[in-house]
């Protein structure tokens, strides 16, 4: 290669560089969406390869690629020009992190507490020794007092290992008075859609009230007409920057109003 198109390529490098900066500069300000979405694009190869590392873990890599892509957004989210980091350097343990977490709630198949999750496997280590040493199935008394734990917080682990291996909803009981057999689904209570249908409403009406008119107009335009912030501006004559903070100013209303 000539050092002219050394010289050249360098300055490209060089110039992606400040663009990509000043991209983060600008998502940082404004959290527009689509700066986020170029973004993404643009390093969207890391995750593809960082998922590449954990096939055939009993996995499809599909489903590793949507982890480490929710990663990628994390980074995005989190990354802070001022500390002087290159971005793929900051994004890659932020992404394997999200990769492994996803993998250890895995073996879980209902999602617990990680403290109950890690009590319960030193549980598990303390019958295995208990068992060796009084020669007999250990008690509760037993476990609590060899991890050096109360009673309750054994049963309330053991309790949650049942999370690892659910029953099955096919199981049935015997009901004694009448030897009839029921199914565990038979007796598990069903939500009632209607009710939270009714809940949502009252929600969405008591957020709408706090909208005035201007907002109320791009909230429609935005998320139901799914018009681009750039149209709704020219719309209303206004910059693009109003309608983002408009945006902003609708979604903290509802959050408001969502945990009164």
Same mark, same amino acid.
């Given at each position: 290669m000539t050092n002219d198109k050394k010289t050249k390529n360098r300055r490209q490098t060089l110039d992606d560089k400040k663009h990509m900066r000043e991209l983060f500069k600008k998502y940082a300000e404004t959290k527009d969406v689509h700066i986020r979405n170029e973004l993404i694009e643009r390093y969207i190869y890391i995750p593809e390869i960082l998922s590449r590392k954990y096939v055939n873990k009993g996995t499809d890599y599909e489903d590793i690629f949507q982890v480490a892509s929710m990663g990628l957004i994390f980074a995005i989210e989190r990354f802070d020009l001022s500390r002087g980091f290159e971005f793929p350097s900051f994004a890659t343990p932020t992404i394997i992190g999200e990769i492994k977490k996803y993998f250890r709630d895995k073996e879980w198949l209902i999602r617990v507490p990680r403290r109950i999750q890690n009590l319960s496997k030193k549980i598990n280590v303390a019958k295995v020794d208990l068992q060796q040493q009084l020669l007999r199935t250990p008690t509760i008394e037993d476990i609590a007092k060899h991890l050096e734990i109360t009673q309750e917080e054994v049963i309330e682990a053991m309790e949650g290992s049942y999370a690892y291996a659910p029953r !099955? $909803? #096919?199981m049935t009981?015997? =009901?004694h008075s009448d #030897? %009839? &057999?029921l199914s565990l689904i038979d007796m598990i209570g069903q939500a009632d859609k209607n009710i939270e249908g009714i809940e949502n409403k009252d929600f969405l009406d008591r957020a709408m009230d %706090? $909208?005035? &008119? =201007? &907002?109320r107009e791009v909230l429609k335009d935005r998320f139901f007409d799914l018009k681009t912030q750039s149209q709704i501006a020219d719309k209303l004559g206004v !910059?693009?920057?109003t309608v983002s903070r408009l945006e902003k100013k609708i979604i903290e209303k509802f959050k408001k109003e969502l945990h009164k």
């Open positions: !099955s $909803l #096919d009981y015997r =009901v #030897d %009839k &057999e %706090k $909208l005035n &008119e =201007v &907002e !910059s693009q920057m």
